[in-house]
């Protein structure tokens, strides 16, 4: 049986002069996948015009809140990131899936949006103190999520070019690899160590793997940027353990595969496996977040 699609109602064509209004002033219609969470939320901030889908139900309703061609927010872990594609690409939508949590670039499909968040979600709302790096978009749905950010008090720029793109996808990767584990490993807060030499020596031991065009200076400059800003900010361990798959883990798997051995990989970035392995209380080569099994 071939699925449902999306069809205004009666009542919507009757109010269309007055919904393209309301949809300028709120910004839908939209999905927001991943609501209930802390970035969903914020993004959605109680707006009439979004729809908001738990990522329980995304299965069933992902692509069939809204009309074709209206962003479609994925505000999941990047472990749910396949599912997502998977329906949307059955419900032709994937064009329209703007993607914000951590996880690699190569598991964002060519044709949707990324947007780099650089904010924190509190209570519902986003904060970007100052001076933070803009958030930045890139894709179809750039612009719009260009003015969705600043209606929410955030920065956001619109990258248009793929590579410069990539660039500062890799620094906000690095971030969600690299400054977690200094904080957990010193036991401060992010502002304190932005600089620190063990930051530097793990986006070093990372670079490579994050991304082939990293650039080390121009990432240690942006995450020491974004770190100096959040003030008394401890990125969650918790969090980043349960994302290991797409955040250390990713970077692990890319060094075994063209390193060839756990040993080597332990050679080509010694103070990160030492650091994952103290902080996960497992070996990194048996088990979930193994690159290989020894």
């Known amino acids: 049986m071939a699925e449902s699609r999306w069809r205004p109602s009666l009542l919507t064509l009757l109010l269309a002069p007055a919904l393209r209004v309301v949809s ?3 910004f839908g219609p939209a999905e927001v996948v991943g609501a209930a969470g802390r970035v969903g939320s914020a993004l959605a901030s109680d707006d009439a015009a979004m729809a908001c889908i738990a990522r329980a139900d995304f299965q069933s309703s992902l692509g069939l809140q809204s009309p074709p061609g209206s962003p479609i927010i994925v505000a999941t872990g990047a472990e749910a990131w396949d599912d997502v594609v998977r329906v949307a690409r059955r419900r032709g939508r994937v064009s329209d899936l703007v993607f914000v949590g951590n996880g690699p670039l190569e598991w964002i499909p060519d044709e949707s949006t990324a947007v780099l968040l650089y904010a924190r979600a509190r209570e519902g709302r986003l904060e970007a103190p100052a001076p933070a790096p803009p958030c930045r978009a890139f894709g179809k749905h750039a612009e719009w999520c260009t003015r969705l950010l600043e209606a929410r008090g955030v920065a956001c720029s619109v990258v248009r070019d793929r590579e410069e793109f990539e660039h500062f996808y890799a620094a906000k ?10 904080c957990a490993e010193l036991g401060t807060s992010c502002d304190r160590i932005a600089r620190h030499d063990i930051v530097h020596k793990l986006v070093r031991e990372l670079a490579p793997w994050i991304s082939s065009r990293a650039d080390v200076d121009f990432i240690m400059e942006d995450q020491a940027a974004y770190a100096q ?7 969650s361990a918790s969090l980043a353990l349960s994302e290991l798959d797409a955040r250390n883990g990713w970077c692990l798997k890319r060094a075994q595969a063209e390193l060839g051995s756990p040993s080597a990989v332990r050679l080509a970035m010694p103070l990160h496996t030492r650091l994952l392995e103290a902080h996960t209380n497992r070996p990194l080569f048996v088990g979930r977040y193994s690159c290989v099994e020894e």
Do not use: H, K, Q, R
Request: proline share 5%; glycine share 4%; aromatic share 10%.
């Open 24 to 26: 300028c002033l709120s």
């Open 173 to 182: 990767l690095s971030w969600a690899c690299t400054m977690w584990l200094a």
């Open 229 to 235: 800003a959040l003030e008394g900010c401890v990125p």
